[in-house]
């Protein structure tokens, strides 16, 4: 392990909030031993954290929200079971509400801004491979039950793979590169039917929807719609 | 068909001061914090089904951060992204008079420094602070791999420091 020449800054602050191995934790000590200012640094952050942690408020009414919100959900649903006579129907609706995410125009645009902020961010592979299989492990290591992503070809290359979240979920991502552009594609276990690729445009980007084999799959690139259907064409393949 | 809602009330509660705490430094302002939290409840309520992580805190913050940042965008208020730039370096470490000078200061203080940093540099805070969430739970609300929560926080400790004791090294 690295000593520290110089005084250990970031290691400074994982060491006041207990992110070091004990390794780690010694070797920050060593040089605290000698190190007047390092160890006056660490003295003013942990004043720091006590000042904070002693202004923190508390916050009952946020228990009040969430009740508030669960009540109205119950009081909506008995509302719908009265209207319609039609109690399993209106079960099923309600069902269907809770399990299918927003399928409309804030959909393509929450799908186009996290494809947006993975390029400026410079991290839009967590895991750089172009082996599915491997890229699928380690999916499914961080969610399970991930859809694994398939090999690339005809002219798509498998870039590889982030978890990434869409609509307050967390979603598998594989990422593929067609000529310039990178391509996110998120795809999630879905008890939706098949169905064709959708593309629609959203700015500069080209976001395209489609379900295949109880996957749903959302799409989203600087790349055309004709590329984004010859890329569904391929997974689909690659798929069956 | 009531059992789904009463488990996501169990389910959010330990976590609910946490994400009114997150929203008001996200958003700065009651009312809208208000919208924030509840919007984040529905939201999580629509999807907790599916929720497969570690952590169901992480989870639900993450929740609370993208419709605050939705609420900014509809705003089109500070940005995050802009925040971003004006993070500034960390200082050299001051006199040890600066513990003393930072146990003097009352809560009303602190929320004031916190208000005048950045919106990245607060949240990152108050995570890692008040809500006392492990680096990897700040990482995944905030999207960002752990070398950036380390050096985010860093700073914003740096600079939380400076506003509430002044910079020695500058002339006022």
């Known amino acids: 392990m690295e000593t520290f020449d110089e005084h250990p800054r970031g290691a400074l602050h994982a060491y006041l909030d207990g992110e070091l191995s004990l390794e780690g934790s010694l070797e920050v000590e060593a040089h605290l031993s000698t190190c007047s200012p390092c160890r006056r640094q660490l003295e003013t952050y942990r004043a720091l954290r006590r000042v904070l942690q002693q202004a923190r408020a508390a916050a009952p009414e946020a228990e009040t929200a969430l009740v508030r919100v669960t009540r109205s959900v119950r009081a909506r649903r008995r509302r719908a079971f009265a209207i319609g006579g039609l109690g399993a129907m209106a079960a099923a609706a309600v069902v269907a509400l809770v399990l299918i995410p927003r399928a409309g125009g804030g959909m393509v645009q929450e799908v186009a801004a996290v494809h947006a902020r993975a390029l400026e961010s410079g991290r839009s592979v967590e895991l750089a491979s172009s082996d599915p299989l491997a890229l699928g492990q380690w999916l499914s290591a961080r969610l399970p039950g991930a859809v694994p992503p398939t090999a690339g070809g005809d002219g798509f290359a498998l870039r590889g793979a982030r978890v990434d979240s869409l609509d307050g979920r967390p979603v598998a991502t594989a990422v593929y590169q067609v000529r310039s552009h990178l391509v996110d594609v998120f795809a999630w276990p879905s008890a939706e039917r098949d169905m064709e690729p959708r593309p629609s445009v959203a700015g500069r980007w080209t976001v395209c929807r489609w379900s295949h084999r109880g996957v749903a799959y959302w799409m989203v690139s600087e790349a055309g719609t004709e590329d984004l259907k010859a890329l569904a064409a391929l997974i689909k393949e690659r798929r069956t | ?172």
């Open chain 2, 1 to 172: 068909m009531d059992d789904d809602s009463r488990e996501f009330e169990q389910f959010a509660r330990p976590h609910a001061a946490a994400a009114l705490r997150l929203a008001r430094t996200l958003v700065r302002n009651e009312a809208d914090a208000q919208d924030v939290l509840q919007d984040s409840f529905l939201r999580a309520f629509r999807h907790f089904r599916g929720f497969s992580g570690e952590s169901p805190r992480a989870w639900l913050l993450s929740i609370v951060r993208n419709v605050s940042f939705t609420l900014w965008r509809k705003r089109e208020r500070d940005d995050p992204g802009d925040l971003e730039t004006t993070l500034d370096a960390e200082s050299d470490p001051g006199p040890s008079a600066e513990a003393r000078l930072l146990e003097a200061c009352d809560a009303a203080q602190i929320h004031a420094a916190l208000d005048r940093l950045p919106g990245l540099h607060r949240e990152v805070l108050v995570l890692r602070e008040m809500e006392e969430c492990s680096y990897r739970e700040i990482a995944e609300i905030l999207g960002v791999p752990i070398g950036t929560v380390m050096s985010r926080l860093s700073r914003a400790r740096a600079q939380l420091v400076r506003e509430l004791v002044g910079d020695p090294r500058s002339k006022n």
